[in-house]
C-alpha cells in the first residue's frame, strides 16, 4: 500500500482522475469459504439473528410432548389393537395434566414466526445426512409420555417420561418394529385388523393397519425423500392427503408436519420444505421459552386449535427439532389450561442394517 503523502503541486483533477480511473478496476480476489468455514459462518448468523429476536410472550417451564398418534386409555372392550391390544388415538384428540402458560393464535404468515421457521429451515438444509439405503431401516428413539384418562372421564393423568424405540423399513417393503417401555413389541408396517378410536369418547371404528401405500400419513423413508421441496406444492400435497380426517384444514396440516419431524428422516431440502411450508399456515405462533420431554429448554412454534396448543421445540442456537408438547388452551373436565396432554424428545435419528439394531 502506497502511503507516500501527496505532493502538495498535485493539482486535485488529477487525484479525482485518478480516484475515477481507480473505480473502473476489478475489485481485488477474495478467496472463497471452504465448504465447514461457510457452514460455521451460516450458524454464527443464525445465532446473532436469534439474539436481535424481540422477546415475545414467555410460558412457564413445562415439559413438551410431540403431536403424534398417542395412547389413550379407553373402555376395555375398545383396546383391541390386533397385535397390541392398545387403541390408537390423535394427541390432538386427547386431554392433560401439568398446568402451564398457553400462548395464543396468530395471523397467517406471523411475521415473528416466519422469521424463525425460515431460520430454522435455513439449519435444516445445511444439515449433514448419510444417504439411507433402500434395504436399511430407519431408527428413531425418544423420550414420551402420553396423558392418560379413564373411561368415566375425570381429570386426566400424566405418567412418566418412558423410551420409545422405532424401526421403519426405508422402502416400506419389510415390517417395522416397535418398542415401548410397558408394552409389548409390535411390528408396524404389517397390514391388520385394527380398532381405530379418533377421540375420547368415540366408538371405535374397525380399519387396516397401512392397508394402503405410504402417504404422508402412513410414511416410508423413500416417500418422504420424494416430496416436493417447494413449500406451496408441499403444503398442497399434505393438505389433499389429509383431507376428510377431522379437525380443520389447517389444524390437519400442522399435525401432519409435526408428526413428519417426529419420526421420520428427511432428508435435508425436505426437511427445510416442510419448516417453510408450516410457515404458511394461518395460526402458528411463537414461544420463546419452551422444553422438551428431557426438560431441554428452546423456542417453540406452537399452534392453537380445539382447545388444546401444539409446540414444536428447537434448540435456540442450532435450530434442531427436539420434540413436542401438547397442552390444553383451555379449562374442561380434563383439567384446567395449560394441562400437559403429552410431551416428548427426539434423542436419536440413524440408519441400521435390521430392525432391533441400535446405532
Excluded at 16 to 24: H, I, P, V
Excluded at 128 to 156: H, I, L, M, N
Excluded at 332 to 359: C, F, I, M, N, Q
Amino acid at each position: 500500500m502506497n502511503t507516500t503523502p501527496r505532493h502538495p503541486t498535485d493539482h486535485p483533477s488529477e487525484e479525482n482522475e485518478r480516484l475515477g480511473l481507480t473505480g473502473l478496476l476489478p475489485p481485488p480476489p477474495v478467496p472463497g469459504l471452504t465448504p465447514d468455514r461457510e457452514l460455521l459462518l451460516k450458524q454464527a448468523l443464525l445465532a446473532e439473528a436469534a439474539l436481535a429476536e424481540p422477546p415475545g410472550r414467555l410460558t412457564a417451564r413445562a415439559t413438551r410432548p410431540r403431536r403424534h398418534l398417542v395412547r389413550f386409555a379407553a373402555p376395555a372392550a375398545a383396546c383391541a389393537l390386533a397385535v397390541g391390544g392398545v387403541v390408537v388415538v390423535n394427541l390432538a384428540d386427547a386431554p392433560g395434566p401439568g398446568p402451564t402458560e398457553v400462548a395464543g393464535g396468530g395471523a397467517t404468515g406471523a411475521p415473528e414466526a416466519t422469521r424463525l421457521l425460515d431460520r430454522i429451515a435455513l439449519a435444516a438444509a445445511g444439515e449433514q445426512q448419510p444417504t439411507v439405503r433402500a434395504d436399511q431401516f430407519v431408527y428413531v428413539e425418544s423420550k414420551v409420555a402420553y396423558a392418560a384418562q379413564s373411561a368415566g372421564g375425570g381429570p386426566v393423568t400424566m405418567p412418566p417420561v418412558h423410551t420409545r424405540q422405532v424401526w421403519l423399513s426405508a422402502d416400506g417393503s419389510r415390517p417395522g418394529l416397535l418398542r415401548e417401555a410397558g408394552e409389548p413389541a409390535t411390528r408396524p408396517g404389517a397390514d391388520g385388523p385394527v380398532d381405530t378410536l379418533d377421540g375420547p369418547g368415540a366408538t371405535p371404528r374397525p380399519s387396516t393397519l397401512h392397508a394402503s401405500g405410504p402417504s404422508v400419513g402412513n410414511p416410508t423413508h423413500a416417500y418422504v425423500a420424494s416430496l416436493p421441496t417447494d413449500p406451496d406444492a408441499l403444503l398442497k400435497l399434505i393438505r389433499d392427503e389429509t383431507r376428510g380426517q377431522g379437525q380443520d384444514p389447517d389444524q390437519r396440516a400442522f399435525t401432519a408436519i409435526g408428526d413428519l419431524l417426529a419420526e421420520t428422516w428427511a432428508p435435508p431440502r425436505v426437511g427445510a420444505a416442510l419448516y417453510r411450508a408450516a410457515a404458511k399456515i394461518p395460526g402458528v405462533t411463537v414461544i420463546q421459552a419452551a422444553h422438551d420431554g428431557t426438560g431441554r429448554e428452546g423456542v417453540a412454534v406452537a399452534r392453537t386449535a380445539h382447545g388444546e396448543q401444539t409446540q414444536w421445540v428447537f434448540d435456540r442456537t442450532t435450530y434442531a427439532f427436539l420434540g413436542e408438547r401438547t397442552v390444553l388452551a383451555e379449562a374442561g373436565d380434563a383439567g384446567p389450561a395449560g394441562t400437559v396432554v403429552g410431551t416428548s424428545a427426539v434423542l436419536t435419528k440413524a440408519a441400521v442394517d435390521r430392525a432391533g439394531e441400535t446405532p
